[in-house]
């Protein structure tokens, strides 16, 4: 079971969270939380659109996953996040809705 650990000391708002033989600094001059919700957003989409790509025996090249949020306020919850897909080669529009498809049925997006 994957685990994440946290450790914080002093005064500070940083904290390093370290998980399996990675760590890195959280808070303070490091990411926030809503930066890591994000990246694990992406990460996840990234993964399966290769994943899709790669299965399907299409040309991968580069590809580039972005994602943007919109926050009610500062410190609010989201109220979107939007997560587009870029190929260095126009996709098909059955690449686009599968593309799609696997983003929303993916583990962290479920999750959410």
Not at 43 to 57: I, V
Not at 69 to 87: C, D, K, N
Request: aromatic share 4%; hydrophobic share 35%.
């Amino acid at each position: 079971m994957p685990k994440v650990t946290l450790i914080g000391s002093g005064d500070g708002a940083e904290f390093v969270a370290s998980s399996a033989e990675h760590s890195i600094p959280v808070g303070g001059n490091g990411l926030s939380a809503g930066d890591l919700l994000l990246i694990s957003l992406g990460a996840c989409a990234a993964g399966r659109a290769k994943s899709y790509l790669r299965g399907r025996r299409l040309s991968e090249g580069e590809l580039r996953v972005e994602i943007s949020s919109e926050r009610t306020e500062v410190a609010g919850p989201y109220r979107s996040i939007h997560v587009l897909f870029h190929l260095d080669r126009e996709p098909s529009r059955e690449e686009e809705d599968e593309l799609r498809r696997l983003f929303s049925a993916g583990r962290i997006h479920t999750t959410l």
